[in-house]
């Protein structure tokens, strides 16, 4: 079975805090990538970080960092210093590389609110 | 600028009516797909396209039906069979390109909503 879940429906934070946004996936691919996107008020959602399962090493991109974990099928994403323009619904996604095609599987996604 | 784009933004839809969204990439992507969002929920997938002129049910394919007439368009319609097409529809697509392998790039989206 494929699935993601992301057990944090809805975070509020005060601007420049820091906030992490759990994500854990499973598979029995050996094979897989996943992803982060961000879903903001506009709707669209704009892609973040893409990760196949052979590369653990973490990930920072500015304020943007990210947590892989095969031994616990994590992969965390960490805001550090926290905007308002951060608020937005983020969603981790799934995508075993066993099928014939780029079948993703999303999570419900978790709502960010920062506040000023 | 390469993208996706979705039109209309807003569409309103009678009971009975069908309708046709729109979705066109200049991204040279192979495959594109269609999504629909409910409030509060992640993603499910409608449709998808590997190929022009093919394409292949997701998961919630009934009362939807697409064509893939070209590479760079997708059209989704919502016939009157679909009982609740009240949703946020995104379009994506994806390729094999070096430096994007197994990538969704997601358009703006269409928000339907049936009266």
């Known amino acids: 079975a494929q699935k993601v879940t992301q057990a944090q429906t809805e975070i509020s934070v005060v601007e420049k805090e820091d906030v992490t946004l759990d994500c854990v996936y499973e598979?029995?691919?050996?094979?897989?990538?996943l992803f982060w996107y961000k879903q903001p008020p506009s709707g669209e959602l704009v892609f973040l970080i893409r990760r196949n399962s052979f590369d653990e090493q973490n990930e920072i991109s500015g304020r943007y960092s990210w947590n892989f974990q095969k031994s616990t099928s994590s992969f965390n994403f960490t805001i550090t210093a926290s905007q308002v323009v951060d608020s937005a619904v983020y969603f981790c996604?799934?995508?075993?590389?066993?099928?014939?095609?780029?079948?993703?599987?999303f999570g419900s996604g978790t709502k960010l609110n920062v506040k000023p | 600028d390469g993208g996706i784009t979705q039109s209309p933004k807003y569409l309103f839809r009678k009971e009975g009516q069908n309708v046709t969204l729109s979705c066109e990439q200049n991204?040279?992507?192979?495959?594109m797909y269609w999504y629909r969002q409910d409030p509060g929920q992640g993603l499910r997938l409608i449709y998808y396209s590997q190929i022009v002129n093919d394409f292949q049910k997701g998961d919630i394919a009934e009362g939807y039906s697409v064509s893939r007439e070209k590479k760079e368009s997708f059209p989704l319609t919502v016939t009157s069979a679909q009982k609740n097409p009240t949703a946020f529809y995104l379009c994506?697509?994806?390729?094999?390109?070096?430096?994007?392998?197994?990538?969704?790039?997601f358009g703006p989206g269409t928000r339907l909503t049936v009266l």
């Open positions: 994506a697509s994806g390729g094999f390109d070096s430096t994007s392998t197994d990538t969704q790039y």
């Open positions: 996604a799934l995508s075993p590389a066993a099928y014939n095609f780029n079948k993703f599987y």
């Open positions: 991204l040279n992507h192979d495959a």
């Open positions: 598979t029995r691919d050996t094979t897989y990538y």
